[in-house]
T-cell receptor, first 114, second 112 residues
C-alpha cells in the first residue's frame, strides 16, 4: 500500500527559530498534499492544500507567511514554521492524495516551541 | 464535519462488546466519507470508507452506515478488542481531489 513518510517525528525549537517538516510519498506520486494541525484532544484542522509546482492554497485564518509550504516535486512537500512561538506548538500531519490509493497520512510531527 | 471547538466525546466498552461510534456531518454535498483510527502520537489510520450512493458497507469487524437524510454516519465495531482503543474520526469530502474535512472524533476505551 501507499506510504507517506513524515520527518521529523518530534522537534523542539527555541522561540524565534524556524522549523521545517518534510512529507514524502515513498511509493507513489502525489500531485496534491495536505497539511493539518491538531491540538491535544481536538480534531485535525486543515491548514493548506499543496499542489506540485504551484502555490499552496491556505485555509482561512492560516498565516501563509508563518507557515511556508513548498511542493517542489511529486513526492515531497515541506512545511516551514517560521519565527516559531510557543503558540505554534502542535501536532502537524500531512496527507498525500493519489488516484489509486486515495488519501494517505503521515505519522505526524510533534512541534514544541520553548 | 462538525466544529472542532469541542472536546472529544468518549465511549467506554467492555472487551467483546459491539461499539457504535457516531458522526454528524454538515455538508449535504459531501459524497465520500472515511472513518479513521488515531492512536496517541500517530497519524490517522484508514478503517473504512463509503460513497454517498451506498448506505452500508462492511469490512472486517467493522461496518459503516450512512444516512444522508439526516447527514449521519456511524461506525460499528464488532467484538471490540483492547487494541481498538483509540480516537476515531469521520472525515468527509465533497469534491474529488480536495482535502478531507474531519469531524470532532470520539475516544474509544476498551477494558478487558
Amino acid at each position: 500500500g501507499a506510504v507517506v513518510s513524515q520527518h521529523p517525528s518530534r522537534v523542539i525549537c527555541k522561540s524565534g527559530t524556524s522549523v521545517k517538516i518534510e512529507c514524502r510519498s515513498l511509493d507513489f506520486q502525489a500531485t496534491t498534499m495536505f497539511w493539518y494541525r491538531q491540538f491535544p484532544k481536538k480534531s485535525l484542522m486543515l491548514m493548506a492544500t499543496s499542489n506540485e509546482g504551484s502555490k499552496a492554497t491556505y485555509e482561512q485564518g492560516v498565516e501563509k507567511d508563518k507557515f511556508l509550504i513548498n511542493h517542489a516535486s511529486l513526492t515531497l512537500s515541506t512545511l516551514t514554521v517560521t519565527s516559531a512561538h510557543p503558540e505554534d506548538s502542535s501536532f502537524y500531519i500531512c496527507s498525500a492524495l493519489d488516484g489509486s490509493y486515495g488519501y494517505t497520512f503521515g505519522s505526524g510531527t510533534r512541534l514544541t516551541v520553548v | 464535519g462538525e466544529s472542532v471547538g469541542l472536546h472529544l466525546p468518549t465511549l467506554s466498552v467492555q472487551e467483546g462488546d459491539n461499539s457504535i461510534i457516531n458522526c454528524a456531518y454538515s455538508n449535504s454535498a459531501s459524497d465520500y466519507f472515511i472513518w479513521y483510527k488515531q492512536e496517541s502520537g500517530k497519524g490517522p489510520q484508514f478503517i473504512i470508507d463509503i460513497r454517498s450512493n451506498m448506505d452500508k458497507r462492511q469490512g472486517q469487524r467493522v461496518t459503516v452506515l450512512l444516512n444522508k437524510t439526516v447527514k449521519h454516519l456511524s461506525l460499528q465495531i464488532a467484538a471490540t478488542q483492547p487494541g481498538d482503543s483509540a480516537v476515531y474520526f469521520c472525515a468527509e469530502n465533497n469534491q474529488a481531489g480536495t482535502a478531507l474535512i474531519f469531524g470532532k472524533g470520539t475516544t474509544l476505551s476498551v477494558s478487558s
